[in-house]
């Protein structure tokens, strides 16, 4: 099969398409032949090798976490997905990757919702597990109020999505270029920067209950001021938390408890409450600059590559 991948670490131009055998499914797993993957951060973080010392990769490496396209391969213990069926999930986590290709194997998954297309299915698996593990991780429940630093992301966006759906009050800070980006997703938009505190009053007169830093721009300290408590403050980006006292959430080896979060995406999408905002979507030729797209900070929604 074809497939993105990379040698050595470095920049994007590591990247090369190339020949390679093809991945099969194994007991507990599917194969999927790949219409579209997503890029996080991640990618490009374990591309450059600024996480070797954390998640050291078997290289030569395949980026994307996860991906949507049509089950070919079914595996032993596999029940209620059979090989034609549309699905979107995530990779084996001991992979990191593989995505990228014709062919990739998942390791969680569930029914692509029929509301969405391809490409917002490829690139909403890893935002979801992510997103569903930090509002566990933050026991956020009805009638709280969350704010989202770095609303206007993929993680933001979908984690803000997935906490309205449960009763929440959520609160995301952007540039004001997308203030009405996300008034359309139903939270509420503040500009971030100095002063958010004083901002955040009148919005949120009750106070901030919980709080996700998805930006990783440096702002832990006045976010665990604005939550009252270091432990209702969960960073997905930035690597100083510890010394903040803050949790850091990151994907871990087994099953995730973000995993229940893509039936759930399924049954809201498909009665719909839950969107994928695209910033843009490139052929798997242009996976380079897809990640650097992804590596500006600036994204508007989730980046996409379809695979031919």
Do not use: C
């Amino acid at each position: 099969m074809f497939a993105m991948r990379y040698h050595r670490y470095g920049g994007s131009d590591v990247l090369r398409m190339e020949e390679v055998a093809e991945p099969h499914a194994g007991p507990g797993q599917v194969r999927i032949a790949v219409r579209a993957t997503g890029v996080t951060p991640a990618d490009w973080y374990l591309r450059s090798g600024m996480l070797r010392d954390v998640v050291p990769l078997a290289l030569p490496h395949i980026p994307g976490v996860d991906a949507a396209g049509i089950v070919d391969e079914v595996g032993e213990r596999v029940t209620g997905t059979a090989v034609g069926d549309a699905v979107f999930g995530l990779v084996p986590f001991a992979d990191q990757g593989g995505g990228a290709a014709q062919y990739a194997v998942l390791e969680a998954w569930a029914p692509k919702p029929r509301s969405w297309s391809f490409e917002e299915a490829g690139g909403a698996a890893g935002n979801i597990d992510t997103a569903v593990r930090v509002l566990e991780a933050l026991r956020a429940s009805d009638g709280m109020t969350l704010l989202i630093e770095g609303a206007s992301g993929g993680v933001g966006t979908l984690t803000a999505q997935l906490a309205r759906a449960r009763g929440l009050t959520v609160i995301g800070t952007a540039s004001e270029g997308n203030h009405d980006f996300l008034d359309r997703l139903g939270v509420v938009p503040v500009t971030y920067g100095p002063g958010l505190a004083d901002r955040l009053a009148p919005l949120a007169p009750r106070g901030i209950d919980v709080v996700l830093d998805a930006a990783g721009k440096g702002s832990l300290a006045d976010l665990v001021a604005i939550a009252g408590d270091p432990q209702r403050v969960v960073t997905i980006a930035d690597f100083d938390a510890e010394r903040h006292g803050v949790r850091f959430s990151r994907s871990e080896p087994g099953e995730s408890p973000g995993w229940a979060g893509l039936p759930l995406a399924t049954t809201l999408a498909d009665h719909g409450r839950l969107t994928v905002p695209l910033h843009a979507v490139f052929p798997l030729a242009e996976t380079a600059t897809a990640h650097d797209t992804s590596a500006t900070g600036r994204a508007r929604g989730k980046i996409v590559i379809t695979v031919p």
